[in-house]
C-alpha cells in the first residue's frame, strides 16, 4: 500500500489561493492514477480532481473546473493541487488519494487514502 501525507491546508479569505502537496511513498508512484477528494462537515466525500499516471490526463469535478488545477511530478513522488478564487463552499478536508481503479469520480476505486489536510475559506 502507498502511503500519502498531505501538506498546504490553511485558512484562506474567499478569493484566495491554497496550493496542496501530497508526498508519496511505498510504492512506485508514476504506476498510479492520483486524485484528490474532499469532505465537508455533514457531506459525503465527493470527488475534486485526478490524474492519470503517464499522460497526466487531468480529470475535474465541474464545481471546481476553471479555478482548480491537479498536477504531478513523478521524479519528486509529488502529487499537486493549486486552488484559486476560493470560494466558502469549498471548505473541507482534502485528501491524497491513489488509485486502484480507473474509474477516477468513485471513491471506491481507491486504493490508499492520505490523511486529509483542512481548507478553510471565510467569507
Known amino acids: 500500500q502507498m502511503q500519502l501525507v498531505e501538506s498546504g491546508g490553511g485558512l484562506v479569505q474567499a478569493g484566495g489561493s491554497l496550493r496542496l502537496s501530497c508526498l508519496a511513498s511505498?510504492?512506485?508512484?508514476?504506476?498510479?492514477?492520483m486524485g484528490w477528494f474532499r469532505q465537508a462537515p455533514g457531506k459525503e466525500r465527493e470527488f475534486v480532481a485526478a490524474?492519470?499516471?503517464?499522460?497526466?490526463?487531468?480529470y475535474y469535478a465541474d464545481s471546481v473546473k476553471g479555478r482548480f488545477t491537479i498536477s504531478r511530478d513523478n521524479a519528486k513522488n509529488t502529487l499537486y493541487l493549486q486552488m484559486n478564487s476560493l470560494k466558502p463552499e469549498d471548505t473541507a478536508v482534502y485528501s491524497c488519494?491513489?488509485?486502484?481503479?480507473?474509474?477516477?469520480?468513485?471513491?471506491?476505486?481507491?486504493?490508499?487514502w492520505g490523511q486529509g489536510t483542512q481548507v478553510t475559506v471565510s467569507s
Open positions: 488519494a491513489a488509485y486502484s481503479g480507473s474509474y477516477y469520480y468513485d471513491a471506491r476505486n481507491v486504493g490508499s
Open positions: 511505498g510504492r512506485t508512484f508514476s504506476s498510479y492514477a
Open positions: 490524474i492519470s499516471r503517464i499522460n497526466k490526463t487531468p
